[in-house]
C-alpha cells in the first residue's frame, strides 16, 4: 500500500513538472498562443514525446507510465460528479430560461449534436471497416467523445469500457486523445476562418474588423498587477476546515459512493445497470445530495467558482495523463480510420450546426452557432473562446445563452453518455447506432417546439 501511494504521488510529481513546463511554453512560444493550446496539452505532448513511448529520453518506469494512464479513466468520475453541485435551475425566484432567448434551443443542440456525432462516428467506422483499414470490436464513439467532450473525455470511454470487460479499453481511450486533439485545435482554427467570414458577410453584430483576442487570453496567464478574477468564496472558517477542503470531501465522497454502487448493481441481469458506469451513478447521487443540501439550508457552504477550479484542475492532469501516455502504436494501427472520422466531423459538424442555428435562433445566430461550434470540436471553453472573440465586450445574449444551455444540457446528456457507452460494450455497434439516431432525432423535437410556441427569431 505505502509503494503504491508513493507510485502515485510520483506519476502527479512528474504530471506536475510538465504541466509547469505547458504553462510557461504558452506564455512565451507565439504558435501555441495562436492555436490557444491549454498548457496541459501542450505539456502532455512534451511529455509523449521525450517519454519512454516515442523518444526515451526520459526513462520512466513500466509502473510509472502504467499509473500515469489509468488516471484518467479514475479522475474522470469526480469532475461529472461535481457537475450537479451547486445547479440551480432558479435564481432570485425565477427560472433561468426566462432569463434567455434560446436557452432551449442550444440546450438540445448541445446534446442532440452529441449523439449525431455518435451516428457520424460509427458510420466512418463502419466504412472504414467495409474499405479494409483497421478498426476494433467498440470503435465508432471516438468523434462524440473526442469532439464534444476534449481530452477528458477520454477518460471517460476508457474507464467505461475497462469496466465493461472490453479488451480495447486502452485502444478506444487513445484514439479518443487523438480525436480531441484534432478537435480542439481543428475547432479553433475553423471558429476563427468563421468569424472572419462572418465579418465579411455582414454576419457579425459586433465586431466589424478582423477579431483580435486580449493579451492574456493569447499567453494564458495574467500580466503583473493586472485586474483578474476571483477564485470563488470562502465559506469556512480555515480553523475548522478549508473550504477548499469541503469542497473536495463532497465530491470525492460521492464518487467513491458511485464506485460502490456500480459494483453492486452492475451483478443484476438487466441492461440498464450493466450499462451504466461509476461516474454516472456519482451524477445521481449528487444530485440527490445536492438537493438535501438545499433543504437543509447548507448550500451557502458551497460556491460554484470553487467546484469548478477542482474540475478544471482534475481535467488538466485528466488531459496532461492522458496525452503522455498514449499510446502511438494505436495511431499507426487505425490511422486510416481515425483520418475518416475527424475529417467528416470536422466538415458536417460546423455546417449543420450553422444551418440549425440560421434557421431556429430568435437572436444573434452567429455568435451563438460560435460557441457551439466551439463546443462540439473542442471543449466547452473553447465555445466560450470563440463567442468572446466575436463579442468581445459580451453585448449580445449569446454567452448567457450558451451558458445556460450548457448547464441544462448537463442533466440529460450524462445519462445518454453512459448509456451509449454500455450499449456499445454489450449490444454492439448496430444497436448503439440506432440508440444513437434515435437520441439525435429526439433532441431536435423540443427545437421545433420551442420554435413554434414561443415564436420564431426575431427580425
Known amino acids: 500500500m505505502y509503494a503504491s501511494l508513493v507510485l502515485i504521488l510520483k506519476a502527479v510529481g512528474i504530471l506536475s513538472g510538465f504541466l509547469l513546463l505547458g504553462t510557461i511554453l504558452r506564455a512565451k512560444v507565439p504558435v501555441f498562443q495562436n492555436?490557444?493550446?491549454?498548457?496541459?496539452?501542450?505539456?502532455?505532448?512534451?511529455?509523449?514525446?521525450?517519454?519512454?513511448?516515442?523518444?526515451?529520453?526520459?526513462?520512466?518506469?513500466?509502473?510509472?507510465?502504467?499509473?500515469?494512464?489509468?488516471m484518467p479513466s479514475v479522475l474522470i468520475t469526480p469532475?461529472?460528479?461535481?457537475?450537479?453541485?451547486?445547479?440551480?435551475?432558479?435564481?432570485?425566484?425565477?427560472?433561468?430560461?426566462?432569463?434567455?432567448?434560446?436557452?432551449?434551443?442550444?440546450?438540445?443542440?448541445?446534446?442532440g449534436f452529441f449523439m449525431f456525432q455518435?451516428?457520424?462516428?460509427?458510420?466512418?467506422?463502419?466504412?472504414?471497416?467495409?474499405?479494409?483499414?483497421?478498426?476494433?470490436?467498440?470503435?465508432?464513439?471516438?468523434?462524440?467523445?473526442?469532439?464534444?467532450?476534449?481530452?477528458?473525455?477520454?477518460?471517460?470511454?476508457?474507464?467505461?469500457?475497462q469496466e465493461f470487460g472490453n479488451p480495447?479499453?486502452?485502444?478506444?481511450?487513445?484514439?479518443?486523445?487523438?480525436?480531441a486533439t484534432v478537435g480542439l485545435v481543428g475547432g479553433i482554427l475553423l471558429g476563427v476562418l468563421l468569424i472572419n467570414i462572418g465579418i465579411k458577410k455582414g454576419w457579425t453584430t459586433q465586431v466589424k474588423s478582423?477579431?483580435?483576442?486580449?493579451?492574456?487570453?493569447?499567453?494564458?496567464?495574467?500580466?503583473?498587477?493586472?485586474?483578474?478574477?476571483?477564485?470563488?468564496?470562502?465559506?469556512?472558517?480555515?480553523?475548522?476546515?478549508?473550504?477548499?477542503?469541503?469542497?473536495?470531501?463532497?465530491?470525492?465522497g460521492v464518487s467513491a459512493i458511485g464506485y460502490i454502487l456500480e459494483d453492486k448493481l452492475i451483478t443484476i441481469d438487466n441492461i440498464i445497470f450493466q450499462s451504466m458506469s461509476a461516474f454516472f451513478y456519482a451524477m445521481v447521487v449528487m444530485l440527490i445530495v445536492w438537493r438535501l443540501i438545499v433543504v437543509l439550508k447548507w448550500d451557502h457552504l458551497f460556491d460554484e467558482k470553487v467546484r469548478d477550479k477542482i474540475s478544471g484542475t482534475l481535467t488538466d492532469f485528466i488531459v496532461v495523463a492522458a496525452i503522455s501516455s498514449l499510446n502511438l502504436s494505436v495511431l499507426s494501427t487505425y490511422w486510416v480510420a481515425l483520418a475518416i472520422t475527424c475529417v467528416l466531423g470536422l466538415i458536417v459538424t460546423?455546417?449543420?450546426?450553422?444551418?440549425?442555428?440560421?434557421?431556429?435562433?430568435?437572436?444573434?445566430?452567429?455568435?451563438?452557432?460560435?460557441?457551439?461550434?466551439?463546443?462540439?470540436?473542442?471543449?466547452?471553453?473553447?465555445?466560450?473562446?470563440?463567442?468572446?472573440?466575436?463579442?468581445?465586450?459580451?453585448?449580445?445574449?449569446?454567452?448567457?445563452?450558451?451558458?445556460?444551455?450548457?448547464?441544462l444540457c448537463n442533466l440529460f446528456a450524462m445519462p445518454l453518455i453512459s448509456f451509449v457507452l454500455g450499449i456499445m460494450a454489450n449490444a454492439g455497434v448496430t444497436s448503439a447506432l440506432l440508440f444513437s439516431i434515435g437520441t439525435s432525432v429526439a433532441c431536435f423535437i423540443p427545437i421545433l417546439i420551442s420554435w413554434f410556441a414561443i415564436g420564431r427569431k426575431a427580425a
Not at 36 to 50: D, H
Request: charge should be neutral; proline fraction near 4%.
Open 35 to 70: 492555436l490557444y493550446l491549454p498548457a496541459s496539452v501542450i505539456g502532455g505532448f512534451i511529455a509523449l514525446i521525450l517519454g519512454p513511448r516515442l523518444l526515451g529520453w526520459l526513462p520512466f518506469s513500466d509502473e510509472i507510465m502504467d499509473t500515469i494512464g489509468s
Open 79 to 111: 469532475v461529472f460528479a461535481a457537475i450537479p453541485m451547486c445547479l440551480y435551475l432558479k435564481k432570485n425566484g425565477n427560472s433561468i430560461l426566462k432569463t434567455s432567448n434560446d436557452a432551449i434551443v442550444m440546450t438540445m443542440i448541445l446534446g
Open 118 to 161: 455518435c451516428v457520424l462516428g460509427i458510420i466512418a467506422a463502419v466504412f472504414s471497416r467495409v474499405i479494409g483499414a483497421n478498426t476494433y470490436d467498440v470503435m465508432g464513439l471516438e468523434l462524440a467523445f473526442g469532439f464534444n467532450g476534449g481530452h477528458g473525455m477520454a477518460g471517460t470511454i476508457g474507464a467505461a469500457y
Open 168 to 179: 480495447n479499453w486502452q485502444a478506444a481511450q487513445d484514439a479518443t486523445v487523438t480525436t
Open 210 to 252: 478582423a477579431a483580435k483576442s486580449p493579451i492574456e487570453m493569447l499567453k494564458g496567464v495574467y500580466a503583473r498587477g493586472a485586474e483578474t478574477p476571483d477564485m470563488g468564496k470562502q465559506t469556512t472558517v480555515p480553523n475548522s476546515i478549508e473550504t477548499l477542503t469541503l469542497h473536495i470531501a463532497l465530491i470525492v
Open 350 to 407: 460546423p455546417t449543420l450546426i450553422m444551418l440549425v442555428c440560421k434557421k431556429f435562433m430568435r437572436s444573434n445566430w452567429f455568435e451563438k452557432s460560435l460557441g457551439l461550434i466551439g463546443a462540439n470540436t473542442g471543449v466547452f471553453v473553447t465555445g466560450i473562446l470563440l463567442i468572446k472573440m466575436a463579442d468581445p465586450d459580451l453585448k449580445t445574449d449569446a454567452l448567457l445563452d450558451y451558458s445556460i444551455g450548457g448547464t
